[in-house]
C-alpha cells in the first residue's frame, strides 16, 4: 500500500528555520518525483515545487523559489520542505504527495499534511 | 503566476448533473493535456479525481467526467450525491514557468 507520512505540527516563532518531512513507504520511492503543495488557512492550493528522489532534480513554482528548499534522501524514502527564516505568511497546511508519471503533474497519492503556525 | 479561474461556487440538487469550469490560457489549459481535478473535504488531503484531461483514476466513480475545449477544462459531476460536497480544484502544466499551477477552487453545494 502506498504511504505518505508527514512529521508531525509545528508551532514555530518568525525568523526561526523549520525543516518538516515526508516519508514515502509502499512503492519505489526514487521512481517518482515528489510534491509539495500549500493551503493557507481558509485558502486554495498552492504549487510550490517538485523533486525527484531518484537524482534530486529539483523544480520550483516561482512564487517559491527562493522562498524554501525542497530536497530528499533517497536512503530513507523521505522528502523535506525548509525554510531558513519562516514569517507569519508561512502559517499554512502544507501537504505532500506523489506525482503519478513523468509529465502529467497530477498527485496520486497525498500525505496527511503538516501545520505550520509561525506566530510571535 | 496567476491561477487558473474556476467558479466559487456551484450548486445542485441530488440527481442533478454540475459542471466545474476551469480557465487558463494556451500557455497552459489550452496549450497541453495535462489537466488534473481534485475533490477535497473539510479537513482533509486532495484527493485525485481526473487526470490528463478526462482520465478516471481506479476506484473513483464513473460519475465524475473530465472535457476540455480550447483553453477551458470542466469537471462534470452527474447524479450528484451529498457526497459530493467539497471543493474542486483543477490543475495544469503551465510553459509560461515550467511548473504547475492550481485553479481557485471551486465549493459545490448540494441542495
Known amino acids: 500500500e502506498v504511504q505518505l507520512v508527514q512529521s508531525g505540527a509545528e508551532v514555530k516563532k518568525p525568523g526561526e528555520s523549520l525543516k518538516i518531512s515526508c516519508k514515502g513507504s509502499?512503492?519505489?520511492?526514487?521512481?517518482?518525483?515528489i510534491g509539495w503543495v500549500r493551503q493557507m488557512p481558509g485558502k486554495g492550493l498552492e504549487w510550490m515545487g517538485i523533486?525527484?528522489?531518484?537524482?534530486?532534480?529539483?523544480r520550483y513554482s516561482p512564487s517559491f523559489q527562493g522562498q524554501v528548499t525542497i530536497s530528499a534522501d533517497k536512503s530513507i524514502s523521505t522528502a523535506y520542505l525548509q525554510w531558513s527564516s519562516l514569517k507569519a505568511s508561512d502559517t499554512a497546511m502544507y501537504y505532500c504527495?506523489?506525482?503519478?508519471?513523468?509529465?502529467?503533474?497530477?498527485?496520486?497519492?497525498w500525505g496527511q499534511g503538516t501545520l505550520v503556525t509561525v506566530s510571535s | 503566476q496567476s491561477a487558473l479561474t474556476q467558479p466559487a461556487s456551484v450548486s445542485g440538487s441530488p440527481g442533478q448533473s454540475i459542471t466545474i469550469s476551469c480557465t487558463g490560457t494556451?500557455?497552459?489549459?489550452?496549450?497541453?493535456?495535462?489537466v488534473s481535478w481534485y475533490q477535497q473535504h473539510p479537513g482533509k488531503a486532495p484527493k485525485l479525481m481526473i487526470y490528463?484531461?478526462?482520465n478516471r483514476p481506479s476506484g473513483v466513480s464513473n460519475r465524475f467526467s473530465g472535457s476540455k475545449s480550447g483553453n477551458t477544462a470542466s469537471l462534470t459531476i452527474s447524479g450528484l450525491q451529498a457526497e459530493d460536497e467539497a471543493d474542486y480544484y483543477c490543475?495544469?502544466?503551465?510553459?509560461?514557468?515550467?511548473?504547475?499551477?492550481f485553479g481557485t477552487g471551486t465549493k459545490v453545494t448540494v441542495l
Open positions: 504527495a506523489r506525482q503519478r508519471g513523468d509529465f502529467g503533474g497530477d498527485f496520486d497519492y
Open positions: 509502499g512503492y519505489s520511492f526514487t521512481s517518482y518525483w
Open positions: 523533486i525527484y528522489p531518484g537524482d534530486s532534480d529539483t
Open positions: 494556451s500557455s497552459d489549459v489550452g496549450g497541453y493535456n495535462y
Open positions: 490528463d484531461v478526462s
Open positions: 490543475s495544469s502544466y503551465t510553459s509560461s514557468s515550467t511548473s504547475y499551477v
